[in-house]
């Protein structure tokens, strides 16, 4: 029987820890729902290094924040997706105790893109691209 252990999961789980417990927004992994939500989706699972006994890998994490607001697009609306992406990335960056727990090394944001829905113009997103290194140990 093989070992092994469900590392983006365990990556995809804590960055769920970590956005709630700070803060007060729903949290889906199937979509987003209602008027505003985050989506968490993992994105890509690369291998950087073979070592004599496991491997570094690299764990790629889409934060997807979506606000439906009200009617036309305004600057508070960009303000309020601006104000939650900024959040989340001060959440990750490398001089807070939020990652001190965290399954892996080297967690950061690489990107945030903000997005207009196409066909519903009342729908904007900011895009959060998170990655990290976690360790897993082959036997």
Known sequence: MIDYSNKIFEVIDQVHHIVAKEMALPIYMDGH????????EP????????????????YTVLISYEL???????????????????HIKRLFAPDNNANNN????????????????????????????FSCIGYEVTN
């Open 43 to 58: 994105i890509s699972d690369n291998l950087l290094e073979i070592l004599t006994n496991g491997q570094n890998r690299q």
């Open 68 to 86: 439906t607001s009200g009617g036309n697009y305004t600057e508070n609306t960009f303000k309020q997706v601006a104000n939650v992406a900024e």
């Open 102 to 129: 965290a399954v892996w090394s080297g967690g950061e944001v690489e990107s945030v893109e903000y997005q207009r829905d196409e066909e519903d113009e009342t729908k904007v997103k900011a895009l959060i691209t």
């Open 33 to 40: 729902q209602g008027n505003h939500s985050v989506y968490i």
